[in-house]
């Protein structure tokens, strides 16, 4: 069975950091590009960040740029969201997605995590 498992969330006071992890099982991870999106309460899930299968290519939203970093480690089968600079805004469930391709359009991914919740606050 195909399954993503984040990890990695919690609590954090804003200008800290976290990282979060997706790790597969049931299939080989390097054979997918991976999303990471978010969704806050009462607001619409988003884009984060993508990878592509290589690790060569990488995009982000422009309310992360310049504080995360996504990367993987194929070898792990584990992709990596470093989260720098946290802004209450930044508050959230975080899923990573597999699919095809490197993307920021969330229709494009085929395997979806259960999430797993962010929240940076004082």
């Known amino acids: 069975q195909l399954q993503l498992v984040e990890s990695g969330g919690g609590l954090v006071q804003p200008g800290g950091s976290l990282r979060l992890s997706c790790a597969a099982s049931?299939?080989?991870?390097?054979?997918?590009?991976i999303g990471w999106f978010r969704q806050a309460p009462g607001k619409e899930r988003e884009a984060v960040s993508c990878?592509?299968?290589?690790?060569?290519?990488?995009n982000y939203a422009g309310s992360v740029k310049g504080r995360f970093t996504i990367s993987r480690d194929n070898a792990k089968n584990t992709v990596y969201l470093q989260m720098n600079s946290l802004k209450p805004e930044d508050t959230a469930v975080y899923y990573c997605?597999?699919?095809?391709?490197?993307?920021?359009?969330?229709?494009?991914?085929?395997?979806w995590g259960q999430g797993t919740q962010v929240t940076v606050s004082s």
């Open positions: 997605a597999a699919g095809y391709q490197a993307t920021m359009n969330e229709r494009r991914y085929d395997y």
């Open positions: 990878i592509s299968r290589s690790g060569g290519s990488t």
């Open positions: 049931g299939f080989t991870l390097d054979y997918y590009a």
